[in-house]
Protein backbone atom coordinates (compact mmCIF):
# COMPACT_ATOMS: atom_id res chain seq x y z
CA UNK A 1 0.00 0.00 0.00
CA UNK A 2 1.21 3.35 -0.08
CA UNK A 3 2.11 6.04 2.04
CA UNK A 4 -1.21 7.74 1.93
CA UNK A 5 -2.83 8.36 5.31
CA UNK A 6 -6.51 7.47 4.84
CA UNK A 7 -9.01 9.95 5.48
CA UNK A 8 -11.82 9.32 8.06
CA UNK A 9 -14.80 7.89 6.88
CA UNK A 10 -17.50 9.50 5.76
CA UNK A 11 -15.17 11.20 3.22
CA UNK A 12 -17.05 13.60 -0.08
CA UNK A 13 -14.53 14.43 -2.71
CA UNK A 14 -15.28 16.75 -5.00
CA UNK A 15 -13.73 19.50 -7.39
CA UNK A 16 -13.99 21.97 -5.08
CA UNK A 17 -12.77 25.20 -7.20
CA UNK A 18 -14.99 24.35 -10.27
CA UNK A 19 -17.94 23.92 -8.24
CA UNK A 20 -17.89 27.42 -6.86
CA UNK A 21 -17.01 28.88 -10.06
CA UNK A 22 -19.87 26.49 -12.21
CA UNK A 23 -22.60 27.54 -9.25
CA UNK A 24 -21.26 31.45 -9.28
CA UNK A 25 -21.97 31.68 -13.17
CA UNK A 26 -25.33 29.71 -12.68
CA UNK A 27 -26.51 32.50 -10.08
CA UNK A 28 -25.35 35.52 -12.12
CA UNK A 29 -26.36 34.09 -15.67
CA UNK A 30 -29.70 33.41 -14.02
CA UNK A 31 -29.65 37.11 -12.25
CA UNK A 32 -28.35 38.87 -15.45
CA UNK A 33 -30.83 37.12 -18.21
CA UNK A 34 -34.00 37.69 -15.92
CA UNK A 35 -33.07 41.45 -15.14
CA UNK A 36 -32.84 41.85 -18.91
CA UNK A 37 -35.69 40.06 -19.56
CA UNK A 38 -37.44 42.29 -16.95
CA UNK A 39 -36.06 45.45 -17.94
CA UNK A 40 -36.21 45.61 -21.82
CA UNK A 41 -39.18 47.92 -22.48
CA UNK A 42 -41.91 46.56 -25.13
CA UNK A 43 -41.85 42.85 -24.07
CA UNK A 44 -45.25 41.42 -23.23
CA UNK A 45 -45.61 39.34 -19.92
CA UNK A 46 -45.35 36.28 -21.75
CA UNK A 47 -41.39 37.56 -23.65
CA UNK A 48 -40.99 37.94 -20.00
CA UNK A 49 -41.89 34.93 -18.85
CA UNK A 50 -39.35 33.73 -21.73
CA UNK A 51 -36.30 35.35 -20.46
CA UNK A 52 -36.94 34.17 -16.47
CA UNK A 53 -37.23 30.55 -17.53
CA UNK A 54 -34.52 30.02 -20.23
CA UNK A 55 -32.33 31.95 -17.32
CA UNK A 56 -33.55 29.06 -14.96
CA UNK A 57 -33.27 26.53 -18.01
CA UNK A 58 -29.44 28.10 -18.45
CA UNK A 59 -28.69 27.91 -14.67
CA UNK A 60 -29.70 24.65 -14.03
CA UNK A 61 -27.34 23.30 -16.84
CA UNK A 62 -24.35 24.78 -15.14
CA UNK A 63 -25.90 23.19 -11.58
CA UNK A 64 -25.90 19.58 -13.04
CA UNK A 65 -22.20 20.39 -14.32
CA UNK A 66 -21.82 21.16 -10.57
CA UNK A 67 -23.29 17.97 -9.13
CA UNK A 68 -20.38 15.56 -9.49
CA UNK A 69 -19.26 13.91 -5.92
CA UNK A 70 -17.42 10.80 -4.51
CA UNK A 71 -18.76 9.62 -1.27
CA UNK A 72 -16.59 6.63 0.74
CA UNK A 73 -17.98 5.16 3.53
CA UNK A 74 -17.53 1.77 5.24
CA UNK A 75 -19.36 -0.15 3.00
CA UNK A 76 -18.46 1.14 -0.58
CA UNK A 77 -18.38 4.19 -2.76
CA UNK A 78 -20.96 6.42 -4.09
CA UNK A 79 -20.02 8.15 -7.67
CA UNK A 80 -22.26 10.72 -8.57
CA UNK A 81 -21.93 12.08 -11.95
CA UNK A 82 -23.84 14.93 -13.99
CA UNK A 83 -26.81 12.60 -14.40
CA UNK A 84 -26.79 9.50 -12.64
CA UNK A 85 -25.59 7.62 -9.80
CA UNK A 86 -23.81 4.35 -9.15
CA UNK A 87 -23.61 2.74 -5.74
CA UNK A 88 -20.11 0.49 -5.26
CA UNK A 89 -19.11 -1.35 -2.78
CA UNK A 90 -15.30 -2.08 -2.27
CA UNK A 91 -14.76 -5.44 -3.31
CA UNK A 92 -15.96 -3.99 -6.75
CA UNK A 93 -13.05 -1.60 -7.13
CA UNK A 94 -10.16 -3.25 -8.50
CA UNK A 95 -7.78 0.11 -9.75
CA UNK A 96 -8.22 3.63 -8.94
CA UNK A 97 -6.93 5.79 -12.12
CA UNK A 98 -5.69 8.72 -12.73
CA UNK A 99 -3.20 8.80 -15.65
CA UNK A 100 -1.89 12.22 -17.01
CA UNK A 101 -4.03 13.87 -19.34
CA UNK A 102 -7.18 12.26 -18.07
CA UNK A 103 -9.67 14.66 -17.73
CA UNK A 104 -11.08 12.93 -14.11
CA UNK A 105 -10.40 9.73 -12.35
CA UNK A 106 -11.44 6.17 -13.89
CA UNK A 107 -12.28 2.99 -11.65
CA UNK A 108 -11.54 -0.39 -13.21
CA UNK A 109 -14.25 -2.39 -11.70
CA UNK A 110 -14.60 -6.23 -11.40
CA UNK A 111 -17.31 -6.66 -14.37
CA UNK A 112 -14.49 -5.54 -16.41
CA UNK A 113 -15.87 -2.03 -17.23
CA UNK A 114 -14.45 1.60 -16.26
CA UNK A 115 -16.96 3.48 -14.33
CA UNK A 116 -15.65 7.55 -14.44
CA UNK A 117 -15.55 9.68 -11.44
CA UNK A 118 -16.11 13.12 -12.96
CA UNK A 119 -16.21 14.05 -9.03
CA UNK A 120 -12.11 13.97 -8.92
CA UNK A 121 -11.11 15.72 -12.05
CA UNK A 122 -7.48 17.57 -12.03
CA UNK A 123 -9.14 20.53 -13.98
CA UNK A 124 -8.32 23.69 -12.33
CA UNK A 125 -7.03 21.79 -9.05
CA UNK A 126 -4.75 19.16 -9.98
CA UNK A 127 -2.21 18.72 -6.93
CA UNK A 128 -6.04 18.29 -5.44
CA UNK A 129 -7.18 15.50 -7.27
CA UNK A 130 -3.83 14.15 -7.55
CA UNK A 131 -4.18 13.76 -3.08
CA UNK A 132 -8.05 13.03 -4.03
CA UNK A 133 -7.50 9.86 -6.28
CA UNK A 134 -4.31 8.78 -3.76
CA UNK A 135 -6.54 9.04 -1.03
CA UNK A 136 -9.43 7.10 -2.81
CA UNK A 137 -6.85 4.60 -4.26
CA UNK A 138 -5.52 4.21 -0.44
CA UNK A 139 -8.96 3.44 0.56
CA UNK A 140 -9.83 1.30 -2.22
CA UNK A 141 -6.86 -1.08 -0.84
CA UNK A 142 -7.36 -0.95 2.11
CA UNK A 143 -10.99 -1.97 1.95
CA UNK A 144 -10.74 -4.59 -0.49
CA UNK A 145 -7.27 -6.26 1.09
CA UNK A 146 -8.68 -8.22 3.84
CA UNK A 147 -11.53 -9.74 1.79
CA UNK A 148 -8.57 -11.17 -0.59
CA UNK A 149 -6.97 -12.72 2.45
CA UNK A 150 -9.67 -13.94 4.81
CA UNK A 151 -8.87 -17.72 5.41
CA UNK A 152 -11.05 -20.19 3.45
CA UNK A 153 -13.12 -22.74 5.48
Known amino acids: MSDTRLPELPVTFRPGV??????????????????IGLLLPGLG?????SFVFTAALLAGALFLLARPKVV????????????NRR????????????RSGDPWVFLDLSDGT???????????????????ARALRALAE??????AEAPRD
Open 18 to 35: TRAVLLTAGVALFVVVSV
Open 87 to 98: RLAWPEILQVNL
Open 45 to 49: PGERI
Open 114 to 132: SLPVLGIQPGMARQRAIAD
Open 72 to 83: ADETGVTVVNIV
Open 142 to 147: AHSAPE
